[in-house]
C-alpha cells in the first residue's frame, strides 16, 4: 500500500470516529459502534483504522481484533463491495434458500466464503434475519432483502455487477411486509385505532404519582416478554431500591439530576432488548416498525419509576434498516418534550441512544448485551451481581424486551386491572407471536394467554398433517399433535414469540440439524461445557444424519445434552441441546429408524483418515482404501 | 450453625461476607476441583471444573457467594462424572500429548484428570489446528495446549500492567491473541520475571531451557494428588 493512499485512509476512518464520537460522546464504550460503522464503510476493518484507533481511544491493539472477531458482522480480512448475507434459519431453507445460493453463486462467478476475484462481490450465510414469514432473505450490505426468487436475484445481480450504488437500487427490493393476522389489546394500543395518543402514558404516570403507577403495574401482573417471564414491576422495584438503600420506598421518584452532558455518571439505566436473535421471531421487529412511538414511551415511563437518565435501544444489526426511522421518532419525542431534558416540565432528564449489534444472538441475553453495549465482546457475567443491582458501567439497569414497555405503557394508560383481565391468572395480558412455515398464512397474530396451540394451528391456516410445532425457538420445545391442546403461557408452553410450524413432509433431523448447527455457532465460547458440547454434539448428529449413527451415539447425545444443560455458564448452553433433547424424547422411533442396523459404528471415517497417507505414497488403488463397515454389511 | 456459616457434602463451613464457597472451602481446606481459578485473580468462572450444587443447583463454586444456611454439594459420585466429562472436553479440544510435554506432571490439568480418574479421552478428537509461537528468546506459546483459563491474561493486565493478552475468536474458534505489533510474542515487551510467565496451569506458556530442569518423576504431581495446597 502506497503511503498516500494510506493518509487518504486515515483522514476517511477519522472522519467515521470523529462522527460517531460527536452523535454518542467520546468514550473506549463507543468501541463497537465505531467499528460497525467502519465495516459498513470498507466491508472489513482495516488496519489503519486499528491502528488509528488503538491510538485515539488507548484500547489495545489485541483487544480490537478480538472485538472485530467475536462479532459475525465485522472483518478482519476484505469482503466484497456488496456483501451477501444469505438468512440460513430453518423457514429459509424450507423456502428454498440453497436454490437461491446456488443461483447467485453461478450467476455472480463465486463461490460460499469466498472473495470474488475482481473483490466486487462476496456470499455468506447468517443466522436467522428475522424474516421467516417472507423468506428466503438476505442482508445485502447489511440491509434486509425479503422474498428472494430468480427474478429478485438476476435484479440483484444486474445491479451488482453495473456497480449501482445500494440507494440507487429499487425500493421493492428493501421492502418489509408487516403481515399483522390478528390484533389484540397490544397492536390496537395505537393512533390509528384511537387508543394511542403520544405522551398520554407519560402525563397519566405524573397525575397519578410514580409510587402508583408502579402498583398499577404490579396489579397488571406484567411479566418479560423475552422469554424468562420476570415479573416487570419486580425487577423495576429492585432496580430502584439498589440505588438508595434502606427506606427505598419513600424515595420512589427521586428524580435523576444529572445533565445529560456527563450521562457516563448517570445513576440508573433504562435498556431495551431489541436483539431478537431467537431464530423464528420476528414480532420486535414489527413493534419497532409500527409502535416505536409507545415503546420508547414505555422506556421514559421506566426511566422515571427508577430514576435513570440514560437509555438505550440495543437493535440488532439484522435491523439496521429501521435505524433511521427509530432516530426520528426518539427526534419527534425530544422536540415534544417527552424526551430529553425536564420531560414535561418536570425536573426529569432522560434520553436514549440505539446501539447496533453486530450479528451475536448472545448478545440478546441481558449480561452480554451490556457487555456489548460498553464496546466489548458479548460475553455473560457472572452472576449475581444480576443487572438490576450492577448493570451498564456498574450502574443499576433495567434491561427488558421492546414488547414488555409496550405493556407497560399502555397498562400506565389504562390501568392494571383492565389489563390482568385478559389472559390467564399467571400470565396476564397477550402475547404476540411470529408464526412461520408450513401454513396459509404465516405472519404476526397477538393473542390472549391461554390460547391452545390447536386454535393458532386453525387460524393460520396450518397444514392438515403435521410433524410438528417447534414452540419458542430453538430453545424452547417441539411439540408433536399429542400436546396441541397445551397452552400458551408462561405455566404451560412459554414462548418468546416464536412458533414454526412443519409439515409431515418435512425431516426431523433437516431441523434438529439446523438448530443444533445455530447453538454451536452462536455459541460465545465462554465455558467448557457449551463451547466443546455443541460442537461435539453437531458433529455426533451430523454422523447420525449421515446415517452412520448406531444405537450407542443415542446414548451419547443424550449424555452430552445433560451435560451441556446443567454445566453451562448462561441459558445459551442451558438450551442448545432443547432440539436433541426434546425430539429425542417425543420421536424415539424416527430416531431408531435412521440408525444403522448394526452393532458397532467407528467414531470418525476410517477411510478418510488414510488421505493424507495415500497423498504421500501417491497411491489411490483398491488396498489404500479402508471399507468402513465391509463384514458387517 | 451459625448465620456465618454453611455446609460442604454436610460438613459446617464458615464464611465471611462477600467470599465465594471456593475461598470458604479454601480456608476451610476443602478441595474443590479447578482450573480457571487462582486465589490471587479475581475469579473467571469458565472452565466450570469447580462446578458444585447448591441447594440443587448446580453453580461455579469460583464465583458463587456463599451464604448463610447454603447446602453445597462438592464430592459426590454426579459431580465428579460431571466433571471428568468437562476436563476430556478440554482434552479432546485442545492437543495434550503429555508424555511429549516439559509441563507434564507439573501440569493442572493433567493432575487434575488424574484426580478425576479420567483414564480415557471419551471423546473424539478435534485436532486443532493451533499457532505455535516460538519467536521469544525466552518464552514459548503453544496454544495447541490453551485452555483458555485466561490466567495469563489476567496476570499481564492486572500484575504487570502490560495487557499483553487477550482472547479472540467466538466458541470454538476462541483462540489467544498478542498484544504486539507482529501478532507475535518477540516484540511483546513480555519477559521471564512476568507474572504471566508462569502463571499457565498448562504447558501452554512456557519459560525456555527450564523444561527439565527437574527431572520427570520429581514433579508435584508425580509425588501427590492435586489438592488445596497446591495453590501456593
Ligand atoms: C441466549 C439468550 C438470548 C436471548 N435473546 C433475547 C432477545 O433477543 N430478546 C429479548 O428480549 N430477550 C432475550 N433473552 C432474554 C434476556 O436475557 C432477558 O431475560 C430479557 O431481555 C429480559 O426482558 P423481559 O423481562 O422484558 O423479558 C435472551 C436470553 C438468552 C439466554
Ligand atoms: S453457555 Fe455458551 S453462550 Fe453461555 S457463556 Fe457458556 S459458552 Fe457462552
Ligand atoms: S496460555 Fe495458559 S494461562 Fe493463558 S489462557 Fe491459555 S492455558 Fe490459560
Ligand atoms: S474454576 Fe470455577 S469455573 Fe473454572
Ligand atoms: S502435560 Fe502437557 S498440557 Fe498438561
Given at each position: 500500500?502506497?503511503?498516500q493512499l494510506?493518509?487518504?485512509?486515515?483522514a476517511?476512518?477519522?472522519?467515521?470516529?470523529d462522527?460517531?464520537?460527536?452523535?454518542n460522546?467520546?468514550?473506549?464504550?463507543?468501541?463497537l459502534?465505531?467499528?460497525?460503522?467502519?465495516?459498513?464503510?470498507?466491508?472489513?476493518?482495516p488496519?489503519?483504522?486499528i491502528?488509528?484507533?488503538?491510538?485515539?481511544?488507548?484500547i489495545?491493539?489485541?483487544s480490537?481484533?478480538?472485538?472485530?472477531?467475536f462479532?459475525?458482522?465485522?472483518?478482519?480480512?476484505?469482503?466484497?463491495?456488496?456483501?451477501?448475507?444469505?438468512s440460513?434459519?430453518?423457514?429459509?431453507?424450507?423456502l428454498?434458500?440453497?436454490?437461491i445460493?446456488?443461483l447467485?453463486?453461478?450467476?455472480?462467478?463465486?463461490?460460499v466464503?469466498?472473495?470474488?476475484s475482481d473483490g466486487r462481490?462476496?456470499i455468506?450465510t447468517?443466522?436467522?434475519?428475522?424474516l421467516?414469514?417472507?423468506g428466503?432473505?438476505?442482508?445485502?450490505?447489511?440491509?434486509?432483502?425479503?422474498?428472494?426468487?430468480a427474478?429478485?436475484?438476476?435484479?440483484?445481480?444486474?445491479?451488482?455487477?453495473?456497480?449501482?450504488?445500494?440507494?440507487?437500487?429499487?425500493a421493492?427490493?428493501?421492502?418489509i411486509?408487516?403481515?399483522?393476522?390478528?390484533?389484540?389489546?397490544?397492536?390496537?394500543?395505537?393512533?390509528?385505532?384511537?387508543?394511542?395518543?403520544?405522551?398520554?402514558?407519560l402525563?397519566?404516570?405524573?397525575?397519578?404519582g410514580?409510587?402508583?403507577s408502579?402498583?398499577?403495574?404490579?396489579?397488571s401482573?406484567?411479566?418479560?416478554r423475552?422469554?424468562a417471564g420476570?415479573?416487570?414491576?419486580?425487577?423495576?422495584h429492585f432496580c430502584?431500591e439498589s440505588?438508595?438503600t434502606?427506606?427505598?420506598?419513600?424515595?420512589?421518584?427521586?428524580?435523576?439530576?444529572?445533565?445529560?452532558?456527563?450521562?457516563d455518571?448517570?445513576?440508573?439505566?433504562?435498556?431495551?432488548?431489541?436483539?431478537?436473535?431467537?431464530p423464528?421471531?420476528?414480532?420486535?421487529?414489527?413493534l419497532?416498525?409500527?409502535?416505536?412511538?409507545?415503546l420508547?414511551?414505555g422506556?421514559?415511563?421506566?426511566?422515571?419509576?427508577?430514576?435513570?437518565c440514560?437509555?438505550?435501544?440495543?437493535?440488532?444489526?439484522e435491523?439496521?434498516y429501521?435505524?433511521?426511522?427509530?432516530?426520528q421518532v426518539?427526534?419527534?419525542h425530544r422536540?415534544q418534550?417527552?424526551?430529553g431534558?425536564?420531560i414535561?416540565?418536570?425536573?426529569?432528564?432522560?434520553?436514549?441512544?440505539?446501539?447496533?449489534?453486530a450479528?451475536?444472538?448472545?448478545?440478546?441475553?441481558?449480561?452480554?448485551?451490556?457487555e456489548?453495549?460498553?464496546g466489548h465482546?458479548?460475553?455473560?457475567?457472572n452472576?449475581?451481581?444480576f443487572?438490576?443491582?450492577?448493570?451498564y458501567?456498574?450502574?443499576?439497569?433495567?434491561?427488558?424486551?421492546?414488547?414488555t414497555f409496550?405493556?407497560a405503557a399502555m397498562i400506565?394508560d389504562?390501568g392494571?386491572?383492565?389489563?390482568?383481565?385478559?389472559?390467564?391468572e399467571?400470565?396476564?395480558?397477550?402475547?404476540l407471536l411470529?408464526?412461520?412455515?408450513?401454513?396459509?398464512?404465516?405472519?404476526?397474530?397477538?393473542y390472549?394467554?391461554?390460547?391452545?396451540?390447536?386454535?393458532?394451528?386453525?387460524h393460520?391456516?396450518?397444514?392438515?398433517?403435521?410433524?410438528?410445532?417447534?414452540?419458542?425457538?430453538?430453545?424452547?420445545?417441539?411439540?408433536t399433535?399429542?400436546?396441541?391442546e397445551?397452552?400458551?403461557?408462561?405455566?404451560?408452553?412459554?414462548?418468546?414469540?416464536?412458533?414454526i410450524?412443519?409439515?409431515s413432509?418435512?425431516c426431523l433431523?433437516?431441523?434438529v440439524?439446523?438448530?443444533?448447527?445455530?447453538f454451536?455457532?452462536?455459541?460465545?465460547?465462554?465455558?467448557?461445557?457449551?463451547?466443546v458440547?455443541?460442537?461435539?454434539?453437531?458433529?455426533?448428529?451430523?454422523?447420525?444424519?449421515e446415517?452412520h449413527?448406531?444405537?450407542?451415539?443415542?446414548?451419547?447425545?443424550?449424555?452430552?445434552?445433560?451435560?451441556?444443560?446443567?454445566?453451562?455458564?448462561c441459558?445459551?448452553?442451558?438450551?442448545?441441546?432443547?432440539?436433541i433433547?426434546?425430539?429425542?424424547?417425543?420421536?424415539?422411533?424416527?430416531?431408531q429408524?435412521?440408525?444403522?442396523?448394526?452393532g458397532?459404528?467407528?467414531?470418525?471415517?476410517?477411510?478418510?483418515a488414510?488421505?493424507?497417507?495415500?497423498?504421500?505414497?501417491?497411491r489411490?488403488d483398491?488396498?489404500?482404501?479402508?471399507?468402513?463397515?465391509?463384514?458387517m454389511e | 450453625?451459625?448465620?456465618?456459616?454453611?455446609?460442604?457434602d454436610?460438613?459446617?463451613v464458615a464464611?465471611?461476607?462477600?467470599q465465594?464457597?471456593?475461598?470458604?472451602a479454601s480456608?476451610?481446606?476443602?478441595y474443590i476441583?479447578?482450573?480457571?481459578?487462582?486465589?490471587?485473580?479475581?475469579?473467571?468462572?469458565?472452565?466450570?471444573?469447580?462446578?458444585?450444587n447448591?441447594n440443587?443447583?448446580?453453580?461455579?463454586?469460583?464465583?458463587?457467594?456463599a451464604?448463610?444456611?447454603?447446602q453445597?454439594?462438592n464430592?459426590?459420585?454426579?459431580?465428579?462424572?460431571?466433571?471428568?466429562?468437562?476436563?476430556q472436553?478440554?482434552f479432546?479440544?485442545g492437543n495434550h500429548?503429555?508424555?511429549?510435554?516439559?509441563k507434564?506432571?507439573?501440569?493442572?490439568l493433567?493432575?487434575?484428570?488424574y484426580?478425576?480418574?479420567?483414564v480415557?479421552s471419551?471423546?473424539?478428537?478435534?485436532?486443532?489446528?493451533?499457532r505455535?509461537?516460538?519467536?521469544h528468546?525466552?518464552?514459548?506459546?503453544d496454544?495447541?495446549?490453551?485452555i483458555?483459563?485466561?490466567l495469563?491474561v489476567?496476570?499481564?493486565r492486572?500484575i504487570?500492567?502490560?495487557?499483553?493478552?487477550?482472547?479472540s475468536?467466538?466458541?470454538?474458534?476462541?483462540?489467544?491473541?498478542?498484544?504486539?505489533a507482529?501478532?507475535?510474542?518477540?516484540?511483546?515487551?513480555?519477559?521471564?520475571?512476568?507474572r504471566?510467565?508462569?502463571i499457565?496451569?498448562?504447558?501452554?506458556l512456557?519459560?525456555?531451557?527450564?523444561g527439565?530442569?527437574?527431572?520427570?518423576?520429581?514433579?508435584?504431581y508425580d509425588?501427590?494428588?492435586i489438592?488445596?495446597?497446591?495453590?501456593?
Amino acid at each position: 500500500m502506497t503511503t498516500q493512499l494510506k493518509n487518504i485512509d486515515i483522514a476517511a476512518i477519522t472522519r467515521v470516529v470523529d462522527a460517531n464520537f460527536k452523535r454518542n460522546g467520546q468514550s473506549p464504550h463507543q468501541l463497537l459502534q465505531i467499528l460497525v460503522q467502519i465495516e459498513a464503510e470498507y466491508h472489513h476493518i482495516p488496519g489503519t483504522a486499528i491502528e488509528l484507533i488503538a491510538k485515539t481511544l488507548s484500547i489495545p491493539r489485541a483487544s480490537i481484533i478480538s472485538l472485530i472477531d467475536f462479532y459475525s458482522f465485522l472483518n478482519l480480512t476484505p469482503q466484497g463491495n456488496y456483501v451477501i448475507l444469505i438468512s440460513d434459519s430453518i423457514t429459509d431453507r424450507m423456502l428454498g434458500n440453497q436454490l437461491i445460493i446456488d443461483l447467485f453463486c453461478k450467476t455472480l462467478n463465486i463461490t460460499v466464503g469466498k472473495l470474488r476475484s475482481d473483490g466486487r462481490v462476496s456470499i455468506k450465510t447468517t443466522s436467522c434475519t428475522g424474516l421467516c414469514e417472507q423468506g428466503p432473505a438476505a442482508l445485502i450490505n447489511g440491509y434486509a432483502v425479503p422474498h428472494l426468487n430468480a427474478e429478485r436475484v438476476a435484479e440483484i445481480v444486474h445491479m451488482i455487477e453495473a456497480g449501482t450504488p445500494l440507494n440507487q437500487w429499487p425500493a421493492h427490493l428493501f421492502q418489509i411486509d408487516n403481515n399483522v393476522k390478528q390484533r389484540d389489546i397490544l397492536l390496537n394500543y395505537s393512533q390509528e385505532s384511537g387508543q394511542y395518543n403520544e405522551g398520554d402514558a407519560l402525563k397519566t404516570l405524573f397525575d397519578r404519582g410514580l409510587q402508583k403507577s408502579l402498583d398499577e403495574l404490579t396489579t397488571s401482573g406484567l411479566r418479560g416478554r423475552g422469554g424468562a417471564g420476570f415479573k416487570t414491576s419486580m425487577k423495576w422495584h429492585f432496580c430502584h431500591e439498589s440505588y438508595t438503600t434502606g427506606d427505598a420506598d419513600d424515595n420512589l421518584g427521586l428524580i435523576c439530576d444529572v445533565k445529560p452532558k456527563d450521562r457516563d455518571d448517570c445513576d440508573r439505566v433504562v435498556v431495551c432488548n431489541a436483539d431478537e436473535g431467537e431464530p423464528g421471531t420476528f414480532k420486535d421487529r414489527l413493534l419497532l416498525t409500527t409502535h416505536a412511538h409507545q415503546l420508547i414511551e414505555g422506556m421514559t415511563i421506566c426511566a422515571a419509576i427508577i430514576g435513570a437518565c440514560r437509555g438505550f435501544i440495543y437493535l440488532r444489526g439484522e435491523y439496521r434498516y429501521l435505524y433511521d426511522s427509530l432516530r426520528q421518532v426518539l427526534d419527534d419525542h425530544r422536540k415534544q418534550n417527552l424526551l430529553g431534558d425536564s420531560i414535561l416540565g418536570e425536573q426529569f432528564n432522560f434520553d436514549i441512544q440505539i446501539h447496533l449489534g453486530a450479528g451475536a444472538y448472545i448478545c440478546g441475553e441481558e449480561s452480554a448485551l451490556i457487555e456489548s453495549l460498553e464496546g466489548h465482546r458479548g460475553i455473560p457475567r457472572n452472576r449475581p451481581p444480576f443487572p438490576v443491582t450492577q448493570g451498564y458501567l456498574n450502574k443499576p439497569t433495567v434491561v427488558n424486551n421492546v414488547e414488555t414497555f409496550i405493556n407497560a405503557a399502555m397498562i400506565v394508560d389504562k390501568g392494571g386491572d383492565w389489563f390482568a383481565e385478559h389472559g390467564t391468572e399467571q400470565s396476564a395480558g397477550t402475547k404476540l407471536l411470529s408464526i412461520s412455515g408450513d401454513c396459509t398464512s404465516p405472519g404476526i397474530y397477538e393473542y390472549p394467554f391461554g390460547i391452545t396451540v390447536r386454535e393458532i394451528l386453525n387460524h393460520c391456516g396450518a397444514d392438515p398433517e403435521l410433524l410438528g410445532v417447534q414452540v419458542g425457538g430453538p430453545s424452547g420445545t417441539f411439540i408433536t399433535s399429542d400436546e396441541f391442546e397445551r397452552q400458551i403461557a408462561f405455566e404451560d408452553l412459554a414462548s418468546g414469540g416464536s412458533f414454526i410450524i412443519f409439515n409431515s413432509s418435512r425431516c426431523l433431523f433437516d431441523i434438529v440439524q439446523n438448530f443444533t448447527q445455530f447453538f454451536s455457532h452462536e455459541s460465545c465460547g465462554f465455558c467448557t461445557p457449551c463451547r466443546v458440547g455443541t460442537t461435539l454434539l453437531t458433529r455426533l448428529f451430523d454422523k447420525i444424519h449421515e446415517g452412520h449413527g448406531s444405537a450407542g451415539d443415542l446414548v451419547e447425545l443424550e449424555e452430552i445434552g445433560k451435560i451441556i444443560k446443567s454445566a453451562s455458564h448462561c441459558g445459551l448452553g442451558q438450551t442448545a441441546a432443547n432440539p436433541i433433547l426434546t425430539t429425542l424424547h417425543r420421536l424415539p422411533n424416527l430416531y431408531q429408524m435412521q440408525l444403522k442396523q448394526i452393532g458397532f459404528e467407528p467414531g470418525f471415517d476410517l477411510d478418510g483418515a488414510l488421505d493424507t497417507a495415500r497423498r504421500l505414497t501417491h497411491r489411490d488403488d483398491a488396498a489404500a482404501h479402508l471399507a468402513q463397515r465391509e463384514e458387517m454389511e | 450453625m451459625t448465620e456465618s456459616q454453611f455446609t460442604i457434602d454436610g460438613v459446617i463451613v464458615a464464611f465471611t461476607e462477600g467470599q465465594t464457597i471456593m475461598e470458604a472451602a479454601s480456608a476451610a481446606n476443602i478441595y474443590i476441583p479447578r482450573l480457571c481459578h487462582h486465589p490471587d485473580f479475581k475469579p473467571h468462572g469458565s472452565c466450570k471444573l469447580c462446578t458444585v450444587n447448591v441447594n440443587g443447583r448446580n453453580c461455579s463454586a469460583c464465583t458463587f457467594p456463599a451464604a448463610f444456611g447454603q447446602q453445597v454439594l462438592n464430592q459426590t459420585t454426579e459431580l465428579n462424572n460431571l466433571r471428568r466429562r468437562i476436563i476430556q472436553m478440554l482434552f479432546v479440544e485442545g492437543n495434550h500429548l503429555c508424555p511429549a510435554c516439559e509441563k507434564s506432571g507439573n501440569c493442572k490439568l493433567q493432575a487434575t484428570a488424574y484426580q478425576l480418574q479420567m483414564v480415557d479421552s471419551h471423546f473424539p478428537h478435534f485436532y486443532r489446528d493451533s499457532r505455535v509461537d516460538s519467536s521469544h528468546p525466552d518464552i514459548m506459546l503453544d496454544r495447541n495446549r490453551c485452555i483458555f483459563c485466561t490466567l495469563c491474561v489476567r496476570a499481564s493486565r492486572d500484575i504487570d500492567g502490560k495487557d499483553l493478552f487477550a482472547i479472540s475468536g467466538r466458541g470454538i474458534n476462541k483462540h489467544l491473541v498478542i498484544n504486539s505489533a507482529s501478532g507475535e510474542l518477540h516484540d511483546s515487551g513480555m519477559t521471564i520475571t512476568d507474572r504471566a510467565a508462569d502463571i499457565c496451569p498448562t504447558g501452554a506458556l512456557l519459560i525456555k531451557r527450564q523444561g527439565f530442569s527437574i527431572p520427570i518423576g520429581k514433579r508435584i504431581y508425580d509425588n501427590h494428588e492435586i489438592c488445596e495446597d497446591c495453590d501456593e
